[in-house]
């Protein structure tokens, strides 16, 4: 897999792409809306039922994988399989290699959606808030993700995005992509503004400071 600049995996420079770094370097149509997941690829993190639902994918919409992982190969081959039928700029499954913390923010505010499709194998899992929970948010992203406790209840409270049953399939995730409206995508982009503001880290850092005093 090649970064933007032509070099091996290992994350993008800075300066490697302009304003919607997604959609310029994958080549996609100005108006198609992007599904970003953004992580390691691993078991158990709905990764496989996204590829599945990307068969029925409507033409509008285009999953993004951006990251590294074990399933890796198995989201290019789907990759290769699936936009072959598609038109250009139209394609169903796309993979880009991570970027660094420091680029994060711009990469993956190129996306209509982030998704958090982790499933419900562990309590681990049941009662997780991974970092991708502030993340998109940060970057102006709504959520789509697992109604799994924790990240559900945020969710709802800070009204950030919509959320797919505990045990989801992929027809809970087509279900959800053709139901979302603009309106609903705006918003949830205004709420995300207000809960970074109020959720972030500069607010907590004197508490946790002063506890440790």
């Known amino acids: 897999m090649l970064n933007y600049d032509g070099s091996r995996k290992g994350g993008y420079s800075s300066d490697s792409c302009s304003e919607n770094k997604i959609k310029k370097t994958l080549g996609l149509e100005g108006s198609q809306k992007v599904l970003l997941f953004q992580g390691g690829f691993s078991p158990g993190r709905g990764i ?55 680029n ?65 399939s992929a027809s809970d995730v087509l279900s959800a992509l053709e139901n979302i409206n603009e309106d609903d995508l705006a918003r949830w982009r205004k709420n995300c503004e207000r809960f970074s503001s109020e959720m972030s880290w500069s607010k907590f850092e004197p508490a946790l400071l002063e506890a440790y005093q």
């Open 104 to 168: 994060l923010v711009a990469w993956t505010s190129g996306a209509t959606l982030g998704v958090i499709p982790y499933e419900n194998t562990s309590l681990n899992h049941l009662y997780c808030t991974p970092n991708k929970l502030w993340e998109y948010p940060n970057a102006g992203v709504p959520i789509l993700a697992t109604d799994l406790i924790e990240m559900g209840k945020m969710i709802r409270a800070w009204d950030i995005g919509t959320l797919l049953p505990r045990d989801f």
């Open 48 to 102: 496989e039922v996204l590829l599945e639902a990307a068969s029925d994918l409507p033409p509008y919409w285009t999953i993004v994988f951006m990251g590294w992982g074990k399933l890796e190969d198995m989201i290019s081959h789907v990759s290769s399989k699936l936009n072959q039928g598609r038109e250009q700029g139209r394609s169903a499954v796309e993979l880009l290699p991570p970027v660094s913390q420091d």
